[in-house]
């Protein structure tokens, strides 16, 4: 999209009575100049034309993308799971699916450090992001309702962590890094500053950043992610930062997620489910700039 230079007569004049533009006051600051105010209104018009067009491509591209996962579960329908023999549990255990469970002393601490996630969450980290929020109004906060990871999935990666991976319930929830987890969402062409902006006002409120992965160059997910730790309490968090269209796909390709991460999907459906990933992100419209933002690692979180 193009359009003609303003004419000088409908340039913004400088002062009362319609003076000539370049002619200042004295107390009045100089007119615009004709030709640096046309690039820069031209440059605007040129950015909401671009977001436009990108948003219009990928609202359009969404309802093939939603039949395609509907084919993919019609034709892979997710396996029922067998009834596990009744067992005798343990007065104080947990158990669920998938064999996952923790004895009585390991629950009662989970449950307990549950508690004081929880009660940071809601007490010290939500307060704060909301007041970031608000510095910002171009932007927000998406699913404010899921910002805490529920306490059954909080088990289960625990029992997870203990059985696999050797830790004990305590290093398992300490090393959690999105049992509560935050995502902004910006206007495409205001993404990469957001981002950037953002990042410093977490710092600015007192948060110590633990490590970002920027996956905008990848085929399977775009968006990025960043932790950061709660200086007080130690409590690590997530925050996303997303476009419209990237936070949707996430959304759209949740259930293609989860199938990857579970033991039952096979080899065959996996080729499948990543190919729909990759289908999916590639209608997603790349922000300018954000390819370019640095991640980094928990080590470099300080230099």
Same mark, same amino acid.
Not at 42 to 53: F, L
């Given at each position: 999209?193009?359009?003609? *230079? +303003?004419?000088?007569?409908?340039?913004? &004049? =400088?002062?009362? %009575?319609?003076?000539? $533009?370049?002619?200042?006051? #004295?107390? !009045?600051?100089?007119?615009?100049?004709?030709?640096?105010?046309?690039?820069?209104?031209?440059?605007?018009?040129?950015?909401?034309?671009?977001?436009?067009?990108?948003?219009?491509?990928?609202?359009?591209?969404?309802?093939?993308?939603?039949?395609?996962?509907?084919?993919?579960?019609?034709?892979?329908?997710?396996?029922?799971?067998?009834?596990?023999?009744? *067992? +005798?549990?343990?007065?104080?255990?947990? &158990? =669920?699916?998938? %064999?996952?469970?923790? $004895?009585?002393?390991?629950? #009662?601490? !989970?449950?307990?450090?549950?508690?004081?996630?929880?009660?940071?969450?809601?007490?010290?980290?939500?307060?704060?992001?909301?007041?970031?929020?608000?510095?910002?109004?171009?932007?927000?906060?998406?699913?404010?309702?899921?910002?805490?990871?529920?306490?059954?999935?909080?088990?289960?990666?625990?029992?997870?962590?203990?059985?696999?991976?050797?830790?004990?319930?305590?290093?398992?929830?300490?090393?959690?890094?999105?049992?509560?987890?935050?995502?902004?969402?910006?206007?495409?062409?205001?993404?990469?500053?957001?981002?950037?902006?953002?990042?410093?006002?977490?710092?600015?409120?007192?948060?110590?950043?633990?490590?970002?992965?920027?996956?905008?160059?990848?085929?399977?997910?775009?968006?990025?992610?960043?932790?950061?730790?709660?200086?007080?309490?130690?409590?690590?968090?997530?925050?996303?930062?997303?476009?419209?269209?990237?936070?949707?796909?996430?959304?759209?390709?949740?259930?293609?997620?989860?199938?990857?991460?579970?033991?039952?999907?096979?080899?065959?459906?996996?080729?499948?489910?990543?190919?729909?990933?990759?289908?999916?992100?590639?209608?997603?419209?790349?922000?300018?700039?954000?390819?370019?933002?640095?991640?980094?690692?928990?080590?470099?979180?300080?230099?």
């Amino acid at each position: 999209m193009r359009i003609d *230079r +303003p004419a000088e007569d409908d340039t913004p &004049r =400088a002062g009362p %009575g319609n003076r000539a $533009a370049g002619t200042p006051a #004295a107390g !009045v600051d100089e007119a615009p100049d004709p030709v640096a105010y046309a690039a820069g209104y031209q440059a605007t018009v040129d950015a909401a034309y671009r977001e436009y067009r990108a948003a219009r491509e990928w609202d359009e591209a969404v309802p093939a993308l939603r039949e395609a996962w509907e084919s993919h579960e019609k034709k892979w329908p997710y396996p029922e799971r067998a009834e596990p023999a009744v *067992r +005798p549990v343990t007065p104080g255990a947990w &158990r =669920a699916d998938g %064999g996952r469970c923790l $004895a009585p002393d390991a629950n #009662a601490e !989970v449950t307990r450090g549950c508690a004081r996630i929880r009660e940071v969450g809601e007490t010290v980290i939500t307060p704060a992001m909301r007041r970031i929020e608000a510095e910002d109004p171009g932007r927000h906060l998406a699913g404010l309702d899921y910002r805490l990871k529920g306490e059954d999935r909080l088990k289960e990666k625990v029992a997870d962590d203990i059985r696999y991976k050797g830790r004990t319930p305590e290093e398992a929830l300490g090393n959690m890094k999105d049992a509560i987890r935050f995502t902004f969402v910006y206007p495409e062409e205001r993404y990469s500053a957001g981002v950037l902006a953002d990042c410093e006002r977490l710092k600015a409120s007192g948060f110590e950043r633990f490590d970002r992965v920027n996956s905008w160059p990848e085929e399977q997910y775009k968006g990025i992610n960043s932790r950061w730790r709660e200086s007080d309490s130690g409590q690590l968090y997530e925050v996303q930062f997303h476009t419209r269209a990237s936070f949707e796909a996430k959304q759209l390709t949740h259930g293609a997620y989860e199938r990857l991460r579970s033991p039952v999907t096979s080899d065959a459906e996996r080729e499948e489910l990543e190919d729909f990933q990759r289908a999916v992100s590639a209608r997603i419209p790349i922000p300018p700039g954000a390819t370019d933002i640095e991640g980094y690692r928990p080590e470099k979180r300080d230099g």
